[in-house]
């Protein structure tokens, strides 16, 4: 089992659809945990950290559920611009940091 | 601030010969990242530096050699290419202090012939 696991997507939406993501980890070691953004052929970037209490950016929504080792980002009102691969990735404490999940890709379509 | 750059941003090797991938930070971050994409199999590490002077094998290190020159650069040597190394390579570095953050390079497009 992989450490980091996601949604195996694709998923194709439509424009102004919530789309919900998914990702489970498996080292309930991890410190912290975040969402990238990663454009066909273009480095991952952040998208936004994950806190215990949930947090929101404008139209994307984190959340984190510690006990049952969950990690949620759901996006609202979806745009074209948001078509990407979305990861997931968490941080554990020790040894090597950053373990990333596989990705699921986001289709929005006009 | 250009973040994190790498060099070359492609490059086309025949099997058997080496190269150098290049990558500096200008963010004083301590911690440096190589990593490598391919279809389908995510993003693996090959190998870390912690800080300067560290150097850890990641997931797949085998084939691949880095030296942490100083604080701002992290480099990856593929001694002998494979047709196996075709791929993406990033880096990337981290503060690694508390709750800490990736940054990326543009990448690097490998293909081995």
């Known amino acids: 089992r992989k450490e980091v696991e996601q949604d195996p997507g694709p998923f194709n939406v439509p424009e102004g659809a919530t789309v919900a993501f998914n990702c489970t980890y498996s080292?309930?070691?991890?410190?912290?945990f975040f969402w990238y953004r990663q454009d066909c052929r273009k480095e991952p970037k952040l998208l936004m950290s994950?806190?215990?209490s949930g947090n929101e950016d404008g139209r994307f929504t984190a959340q984190l559920n510690r006990a049952s080792q969950y990690i949620s980002l759901l996006i609202r009102d979806s745009k074209l611009s948001d078509s990407a691969t979305y990861l997931c990735v968490v941080n554990r404490v020790y040894g090597q940091n950053f373990v990333f999940g596989p990705g699921t890709r986001l289709s929005v379509l006009p | 601030n250009a973040g994190v750059t790498q060099t070359p941003k492609f490059q086309v090797l025949k099997t058997g010969q080496s190269m150098t991938l290049q990558c500096a930070q200008d963010?004083?971050?301590?911690?440096m990242y190589w990593y490598r994409q391919d279809p389908g199999m995510g993003l693996r590490l090959i190998y870390y530096?912690?800080?300067?002077?560290?150097?850890d094998k990641g997931e797949v290190p085998n084939g691949y050699n880095v030296s942490r020159l100083n604080k701002r650069e992290f480099s990856l040597r593929l001694e002998s290419a494979a047709p196996s190394q075709t791929s993406v390579y990033f880096c990337a570095s981290s503060s690694g202090l508390g709750t800490d953050t990736q940054y990326f390079g543009p990448g690097t497009r490998l293909t081995v012939l």
């Open positions: 080292n309930s070691a991890s410190q912290s």
């Open positions: 963010m004083n971050h301590n911690s």
């Open positions: 530096s912690a800080s300067e002077g560290t150097t």
């Open positions: 994950v806190y215990s």
